[in-house]
């Protein structure tokens, strides 16, 4: 299954740049992802292109009212969706957050915390969990 991920904005702080390198690094051993860094501008237009990037995909909204799964409970749900998905697209908003807009069109809304996330963190802690999800699939250690 095809993952991508839309984000607002390129990270502009070296541990979220450094993450983000890292996690992808590792990913690519396991799953075809594509990361997609969209333009930043008002909330509407965010939304937008957020919605246009993710256009036949499964929508994922990254958004602190969403569902906080544990890391087995996200691997099931991805698993789920991997027959007869084109993919998954997990959308991370800019500074602002989402319009409703797209939680309208979210397939799900997800939570990686209950508190909110500076959106590049949540950059880096989605990718470190879809690669966590890629291990456990394998049955490799390094989730324990």
């Known amino acids: 299954m095809k993952l991508r991920v839309c984000v607002i904005g390129k990270p502009k702080l070296l541990y979220a740049k ?23 501008g008002t909330p ?10 993710s256009a036949g995909y499964k929508r994922v909204v990254l958004d602190e009212r969403g569902q906080m799964p544990d890391t087995l409970a996200l691997g099931a749900r991805l698993e789920a969706w991997e027959v007869g998905e084109k993919g998954v697209a997990f959308l991370i908003g800019g500074a602002d957050g989402h319009s409703q807009a797209v ?14 996330l500076q959106h ?8 470190e969990q879809l690669y966590r999800v890629e291990t456990l699939k394998r049955g490799e250690p390094y989730h324990r």
């Open 120 to 127: 590049e963190l949540a950059l880096v802690v989605l990718l």
């Open 44 to 53: 509407v237009q965010e939304g937008q292109r957020l919605l246009e990037a």
């Open 18 to 40: 450094a993450g983000v390198e890292e996690y992808l690094k590792r990913l690519q051993r396991y799953t075809k992802l594509e990361l997609l860094y969209l333009k930043e």
């Open 103 to 116: 939680r309208d069109e979210a397939d799900w809304l997800l939570a990686l915390s209950k508190l909110t």
